[in-house]
């Protein structure tokens, strides 16, 4: 039994005992492991898991009640945004196929399963006034499912599915979604909360935001360095709301813990230069900070250099006010401190030089810094996704310091299938034992606070803009054949073997780097 910022956990305990693993100090593994294991073996508690998100894997997304999303909207309204104009109208099936995700979960070893809600399938309008019981019996389903196979619930609450008649009211960029998140998210702690002890509220606020400006995300709402900022204020005022609501209702009979899910690559300076060093500073401010320091820094509120930077480009620009909207001081104080763990989703590394690029304006403008990549890096099937270990070490050892080290968990990493990688995905098995290697550097020779890896992804699924064409899945699933068969990958055997034995396996601990 092992007890960690996600809750109580039944473990295979390996290794010293756990007073010596206390938060913040983490074991050093000196004293119990040959020199040679050290850095290679997982701290006692560590925890592991996969990840999904409902509109990616489930499917039936017009069946037994459930309402319109905004992913639903733009696939069917604009097949062109999708690259193989695919859609998640059956994805990997998996609102039918839950009890064999559970199965092969179980298979698999890992402690925790992250998956998502969808909000429209639980309250089609979007609004309390109608709750779609079919909707509520699935995911009661689901977590029944996985508690009996031994493994627990980590729910994400918000992975970028908002219902459309919510878009219709402006989305996140009308504050009063603040309210209709609360209602929701108090709906799911009453109904669920009995057996789901660890919440996200939030996946990946920088990338859904970016919907309101110039990424091609759901709803492509077309606001540059405006309409991120409106919705971004009003995220972290909603997972405020729900974090203090938990607290206040919920948290005495059900002792969950809550927290949210940051997405960052680490920005390595294109050269020594102070001016490019300080660039890559603006892109964890802008990227990372602006969701962070709010919630995680000692003082609260956005950045210093954000709200600076954002104030002088606007007035340049000729606005009135900052694009940026300020807090006030009782919602910094509101928004402060409201978390139990410090979500994590890593991927890559960028190289970062001091300069300007995009529309006038732009968040890309107001954070001045031009991004590239190493062409030596291994590629894979995703354009933006290199394979960098040494740069989650630096990220991992950026948050520690930033924010006085909280707990963190990944909650994704991964890496999307080379063409024709198959089964023998190589490049994957590769990309986990290095990105795991790099974090437990960051864990024994660091200190950093980091409880568990959560691998992205369960399944092969649909990939937003990029449809069925990367493929980030343990499991490959066949979407061409109506029962989508899904096969382990070798991947998937090595993963399990990690989770089992503790330890990168000794084969996989000499890879070359470039
Ligand atoms: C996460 O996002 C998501 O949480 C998850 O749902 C997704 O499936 C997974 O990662 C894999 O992507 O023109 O190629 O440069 C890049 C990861 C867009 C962070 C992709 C936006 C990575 C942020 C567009 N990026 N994403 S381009």
Redesign the pocket.
Known sequence: MVTSALGTYNVRLYGPPAMLTRQGLPYSGKYFLKDSEKNFTFPVGFLFGTAS?SY?IEGAWNEDGKGVNIWDELVHKHPEYVVDRSSGDVACDSYHRYRQDAQLLKNLGVHFYRFSISWSRILPTGHVNVVNQAGIQYYNNLINELLANGIKPLVTIY??DLPQPLQDLGGWANPVMADYFEDYAYLLFSNFGDRVKAWITF??P??FT?GYGT???APTFHAPGIGEYLATRTVLLSHARVYHLYQAYFQKLQRGKLGI?L?IHWCEPLTNSTEDIKACERYQQFKLGLFAHPIFSYEGDYPEIVKLRVGQKSKEEGFRNSRLPPFSLKEIDYIKGTWDFFGL?H?TTVYGTSGEEGPIPSISRDAGVITSQDPAWYSTG????KVVPWGFRKQLKWIAQEYNNPPVLIT?S?Y?DLPNEGLNDVGRVYYYTSYMTEMLKAIYEDGCNVIGFCA??FLD?F????GYT?K?GLYSVDFSDPSRPRVPKKSAHVYSEIIRSRQIPMRYRFWREK
Request: charged fraction near 15%; glycine fraction near 10%; charge should be negative.
């Open positions: 998100s990616q992975h970028w996946n990946e920088d990338s970016g990424s091609g995300y899910t997405n989703n991927y995703s354009p933006w996704l994704e991964g999307s992205w992804s699924n990939e937003w803009n990029s990367e980030f």
